[in-house]
């Protein structure tokens, strides 16, 4: 029989990370890593070998670990993932982080006119509903939507939503469709951007394209949010984006045109203008 060290040793051989390596196997163990590690002599049982080869096999294939687990961390929440939504990215948390800098300001300033009203949010693509429930964690007065085109996303985001006791609204459509007549105080997305011609989408094929590229340059999901932004946000309101390292530019001027002042964009931790939002003014 194969031991626990013998795995993880073919494992790296084979050219799996040892971090994924020890995760996948302390889940298919159901340990932790560290008694993994410390215990490393257990064989595998027929059964767990025949399964870790099948893990194996996937990994190296290309699938995410977090599709193998079934899980993901974003923002300090666990959030249940497969192959109906896209793995959040850790660069996706600087989008969070603004959007909640934003709920604040715009709550402080509410407060100050004597307008007790709670912020209303859209996230417009949730997926798993990262977004949107990291932000109703933040912000638990806000009022937060959350939309999407996939009713197979839409049950994940809400399995997750209900796991995590967050009481957020799910709505199936694509992007302003449907919220018709509606106003909301901050919209926030992280739209699929990737050109269709791009290499890496290669390396990326066992998540669901719809969520990684609208095809052509890689815009037009964000020309699409945008041109139907001020129709929907409340004078005052903001509009944040992610987009891909070099399309903030092109995102400023989409915002600039359509009247959105200031625009501005910030930076994630490797130094790439990842994030583009504007505020559309006050009445």
């Known amino acids: 029989m194969i031991t626990v060290a013998a795995a993880l040793a ?11 390596a020890q995760l996948l196997l302390a889940r298919l163990l159901a340990t932790t890593r560290t008694r993994l590690i410390a215990h490393d002599d257990r064989p595998l049982t027929p059964v767990e ?13 290309g699938e995410p670990v977090a599709y193998l687990l079934g899980e993901k961390e974003f923002h300090g929440l666990a959030l249940e993932v497969d192959r109906r939504v896209l793995v959040p990215r850790p660069e996706t948390e600087l989008l969070v982080e603004w959007a909640c800098d934003a709920i604040a300001a715009l709550a402080s300033e ?5 307008n007790q009203a709670p912020i209303r949010v859209v996230d417009l693509g949730t997926g798993s509903g990262a977004i949107a429930l990291a932000l109703k964690r ?22 997750n939503a209900e796991r995590l006791g967050l009481a957020i609204e799910l709505v ?7 919220l018709e007549g ?32 609208p095809g052509g340059d890689g815009l037009d999901a964000l020309r699409a949010i945008v041109a139907g932004a001020t129709a929907t ?6 509009l944040l984006m992610e987009h891909g390292f ?15 002042s200031p625009v501005r964009t910030r930076r994630d931790l490797a130094g790439h203008e990842r994030a583009t939002g504007g505020r559309r003014p006050p009445d």
């Open 246 to 260: 070099d399309q903030a530019a092109a995102v400023r001027e989409l915002l600039a045109g359509a009247g959105f």
């Open 233 to 238: 946000i409340a004078p005052g309101g903001w």
């Open 110 to 114: 509410r407060s100050r006119s004597g």
């Open 49 to 61: 070998s025949a399964l870790w080869e099948d893990w194996l096999e996937r990994r190296l294939a």
């Open 182 to 213: 509606r106003r909301f105080d901050l919209a926030i997305a992280n739209p699929p951007y990737i050109a269709g011609d791009d290499p890496h989408l290669a390396t990326l094929r066992h998540e669901p394209s719809i969520a990684l590229t």
């Open 138 to 159: 933040a912000h638990p007065h806000s009022e937060i939507t959350a939309t999407d085109v996939s009713a197979g996303a839409l049950a994940v985001a809400r399995r």
């Open 10 to 20: 073919d494992a790296r051989r084979r050219g799996v990370a040892s971090l994924d």
């Open 172 to 178: 199936e459509t694509s992007w302003w469709q449907g």
